[in-house]
Each structure stands twice: as structure tokens, then as C-alpha cells.
């Protein structure tokens, strides 16, 4: 189902859902660039899984209008308006690489709405205290970000160039990063169904302009906009070891600073992992949202077991073991690119 929503100032963005309709809601922010057909778990899989995915195109992106200016924390305001126009009182939300911080904004910003949150081969601040924000970064994302820190219409021709390349031929994003591509990466991009599923991705994504991708790099380099530890709600933070677009760095960075969070690095992979891990991360967040069988114990508080017919307390090492756990449940769907389209 596509629709379009009204959000603030007068603008819309568009989106779809797929699944379940009284399955658990959950957000999917896309990446940068991307929108809001990224690769998803089939149509199947999510009525399995019992998940409502939901991705919308962030301002600038597809068929949603631009948002000048915007920051990262804009995106909780989008998701709300997103939530009241589909009567969804409470949610989960997702976050893959550039939307990884978005989806923390709406952690932050919405408060109990957010059932649970998980961000995927996410970045951290620009302006992370400790954190030596470029090592072991991509030759091509060092130069995207540092266009941007230079000047906005530095940032603006460089990408206008690369979107009409990709409207004149949606492979060569591609076939630009691939000797940047680690093994774990080559072999998901190499897939020829995941292969199609991002270069339909990216066409859409910059069918009109390179806007969002613009607004997207700037927003990521200036202050977000919240404060990362007063996040309440579960957060998953999943990283591949490998990954040399967003570096695992970020995301132990980040861990440190959401007192609610859980940390997964998995060896042997990098950042085009996170399409593989989605439907393992839509099933920690069914299996992990506050309900009326778990509720969140912040790291700071001693554990605590469930007995009887109380409420459950789930801890961090069981929200942890909870990702491994859903390897089990989805070995029955066989090959991992077979869950998407």
C-alpha cells in the first residue's frame, strides 16, 4: 500500500507498508542514499514473522518533498505524522546505515511510542567525543563527508553528478564501490536478486534529484539534535565486523552512550550485512517489545528474573541472546537472500 502523508510545514512524504495488517508495527529508515523500496523481507516472511513493516522516502528522496535544512531529529516529527495517519499508538523502529540515526532520533524524541529500536551498520556523531570519527572509513565516504564539512554546494554538485549517472545507468553506484567492497560485502552484492533489489533502490531513490542524499550527508555531519542517553526504550545496535563504509567503531561508541542498548558485532561480515540480518532484527524486535510479558531493565539496574505470572524483566544478556535465537526460528526459511525482495 502506497500513501502519501502530510507532515509538518505543509509537506508530504510517501510511503507503503507490507505484511501483516495486525501484526507489530515497525519502521524501516532506509539508508543514504535510499528510499523507501529498499530491500525487505517477502511479503511472506513478514505475515510469518507476525511484523507490519512500514518505510517511508525521507524529504528529498523518491516521491517525498524536500525538507531544506533538515536534521536528523526532524525524522521522529515524520514518523509521528506517519503513526497518527495509520492510528498506530506504539511501534518498533529500524534503522539501516544512514537511517540508523534516525531511528535514535525517534527513540529519543517519542518516548514510550517506541516499543524497541535497532540500528544497523549506523554511524555515530560527527562530533563524537573519543572517537576518531574517519578511521577506517571508505576513500569514497571520507571524501562524500568532508564535500560536505567544506562547503553545502560542494556536497550539492558532487552528488547531483553521481544521481545522473545512476538515472542514466542505476549499476554504476555499484560498480563504483566495488573495489572498496570487502569479501563479506562482494558476496551479497554479487547476488543477482539482492543486486537488482539495490540498484532498483537507488534508481528510485534519485529519480528526481540528488536532494535527499544531499540533506542526508549534511544532516549526518552537523549536531543531531538529541541527547543519545535519554533513550529509554531496547536498543539493538548489530554491526559487522568488516565494515569499512560505517566503521565498527561507530556502533561501540554508540553502545556506550544508550544505557537501554545491546551490542551484536558478528564476524565475518560488513556493512551490506544488514540486509541479510533484516528479518533476524524484525524478530528480535516482535520477540523483545515492551508488553505485557517483558519490560526493559536499563543496565544500571540489578537483574532481576521473571517469576510465575509476574512481568517479565529481560536484561541485557538475554535481549542479546535473543538475535541469536532468531537463527533458529528462521533456518526453516533456507537462503537469507530468498527472505527479501
Known amino acids: 500500500m502506497t500513501q502519501v502523508v502530510g507532515v509538518t510545514n505543509g509537506r508530504t512524504v510517501t510511503m507503503e507498508s507490507w505484511g501483516a495488517p495486525d501484526g507489530m508495527p515497525i519502521f524501516l529508515l532506509h539508508g543514504t542514499p535510499g528510499c523507501r523500496k529498499g530491500p525487505r523481507p517477502r511479503t511472506s516472511v513478514l ?8 518505510s517511508y522516502d525521507r524529504p ?9 535544512g533538515r536534521s536528523v531529529v526532524d525524522a ?29 532520533a525517534c527513540a529519543a524524541l517519542l518516548g514510550d511510542r517506541v516499543q524497541n529500536a535497532a540500528v544497523l551498520v549506523g554511524l555515530a556523531p560527527s562530533d563524537a567525543e573519543d572517537l576518531k570519527w574517519y578511521d577506517g572509513m571508505t576513500e569514497s565516504n571520507v571524501e562524500e563527508y568532508a564535500a560536505a564539512d567544506e562547503a553545502q554546494t560542494a556536497i550539492e554538485t558532487r552528488l547531483a553528478d553521481w544521481a ?33 533489489l ?18 542526508d550527508v549534511l544532516a549526518l555531519r552537523r549536531p543531531w539534535g538529541f541527547d543519545l542517553s535519554s533513550i529509554t526504550s ?15 567503531e561507530h556502533a561501540r561508541w554508540l553502545a556506550r552512550q544508550i544505557p537501554t542498548s545491546v551490542i551484536k558485532v558478528q564476524a565475518g561480515t560488513a556493512h551490506f550485512g544488514a540486509v ?6 524484525l524478530a528480535w524486535c516482535k520477540e523483545s517489545r515492551n508488553s505485557e510479558r517483558l519490560r526493559v531493565q536499563r543496565t544500571d539496574q540489578p537483574a532481576v528474573a521473571a ?11 538475554q535481549r542479546r541472546q535473543l538475535i541469536d535465537d532468531q537463527a533458529a526460528f528462521l533456518a526453516g526459511f533456507g537462503d537469507p537472500a530468498l527472505l527479501l525482495r
Open 307 to 317: 517469576q510465575h505470572g509476574d512481568v517479565g524483566v529481560i536484561g541485557p544478556d
Open 234 to 248: 531496547p536498543v539493538l545496535i548489530w554491526h559487522g565486523a568488516d565494515d569499512r563504509f560505517s566503521p565498527v
Open 164 to 196: 545522473e549517472r545512476v538515472r542514466a545507468d542505476p549499476e554504476s553506484l555499484l560498480e563504483s564501490l566495488a573495489p572498496e567492497l570487502t569479501r563479506p560485502d562482494r558476496r551479497i552484492v554479487d547476488d543477482v536478486a539482492i543486486r537488482r
Open 60 to 68: 528529498g528522496y523518491g516521491m517525498s518533498g524536500r525538507h531544506h
Open 47 to 54: 505475515y510469518r514473522l507476525g511484523v507490519r513493516l512500514i
Open 276 to 281: 541479510e540480518i533484516l528479518p533476524r532484527v
Open 76 to 104: 521522529a516529527d515524520d514518523v509521528r505524522a506517519i503513526a497518527d495517519a495509520l492510528d498506530l499508538a506504539r511501534f518498533g523502529v529500524v534503522g539501516r546505515s544512514g537511517g540508523g540515526p534516525h531511528a535514535l
Open 198 to 215: 539495490l540498484t532498483d533502490t537507488y534508481a528510485e531513490a534519485l529519480r528526481e534529484s540528488a536532494d535527499g542524499w544531499v540533506d
